[in-house]
């Protein structure tokens, strides 16, 4: 049974700098390329960025350059660094497959991040 668990969002001021964690169970971590996204309140769910199995990673045009996404396969872990955070950032994190219309995995239950001052 996969489960994805997400951790470590909070309130933060414009600026700021949280680091997210999702960690996986019941998948074979490191064959998966992930993706973390975010939605918004009254909007979509987007990606903002992923990582391929290899380390390669993307990112949406409204994160590049403050976000960082990286992999510990040992750890069957996520992680999503966010630096210098806009209130526009403000959602629930999620992470999932890069392409979950694929592999159809639940969602976990996110992880808010509220930046305002």
């Known amino acids: 049974q996969v489960q994805l668990v997400e951790s470590g969002g909070g309130l933060v001021q414009p600026g700021g700098s949280l680091r997210l964690s999702c960690v996986s169970s019941?998948?074979?971590?490191?064959?998966?390329?992930w993706g973390w996204y975010r939605q918004a309140p009254g909007k979509q769910r987007e990606l903002v960025a992923s990582i391929s199995i290899g380390g390669r990673t993307n990112y949406a045009d409204s994160v590049k350059g403050r976000f960082t996404i990286s992999r510990d396969n040992a750890k069957n872990t996520v992680y999503l660094n966010t630096n210098s955070l806009q209130p526009e950032d403000t959602a629930v994190y999620y992470c999932?497959?890069?392409?979950?219309?694929?592999?159809?995995?639940?969602w976990g239950q996110g992880t808010l991040v509220t930046v305002s001052s």
């Open positions: 999932n497959a890069a392409d979950p219309t694929t592999t159809g995995w639940p």
């Open positions: 019941g998948i074979i971590f490191r064959l998966v390329a």
